[in-house]
């Protein structure tokens, strides 16, 4: 159950990439976890990791995604707890179900939270993570995600899906 955490529309699925990976949009600036307990954080967070699965083609077990930062505030730092669970879920429950972690939009007050969050995560995730600078991020997010998948807003043709979906 999880009636306030995924009305956010922060996270949302894109469509599929080149590998036919299902690609994951995250908008921090839609996160607002004040508006539940990390209990139904962590039930919003294996919600999404299953809703990504059942996206995969055959074969295909792993997702691209899209950590938009934009939006990240001070505010949410304050909730290091909530991410860690995020991290401790995707890395222990659903592991190796990434392709990439593509980062933008992340200014410097980010930078500051993902000293923290980085020394959370495994060898294996960080050699997937990639932060992209803004004359970038078409160009690398366009050689993985279709043009007609990844929204506008990031360099393609699409527009934002609608959440929940």
Not at 8 to 31: D, H, I
Not at 68 to 90: C, H, K, R
Request: with cysteine; glycine share 4%; aromatic share 14%.
């Amino acid at each position: 159950d999880i009636p306030n955490a995924l009305p956010s529309g922060c996270w949302r699925v894109a469509g599929l990439s080149r590998e036919n990976n299902p690609v994951v949009l995250v908008q921090t600036k839609l996160w607002n976890p004040q508006d539940y307990t990390i209990q139904e954080y962590i039930r919003y967070i294996a919600w999404w990791q299953e809703t990504a699965i059942r996206q995969h083609a055959d074969n295909v077990h792993q997702s691209i995604v899209i950590f938009d930062m934009d939006g990240w505030t001070l505010g949410q730092a304050y909730y290091m707890n909530y991410i860690s669970e995020l991290v401790n879920t995707a890395q222990n429950q659903y592991p190796e179900t990434v392709r990439y972690i593509f980062y933008v939009n992340a200014h410097w007050l980010f930078q500051t939270s993902w000293n923290v969050i980085s020394a959370w995560l495994d060898e294996n995730t960080v050699k997937k993570i990639r932060f992209l600078a803004p004359d970038e991020q078409a160009q690398v997010l366009l050689e993985h995600i279709p043009e007609e998948v990844l929204p506008a807003v990031y360099g393609g043709k699409a527009e934002l899906p609608p959440c929940p979906n």
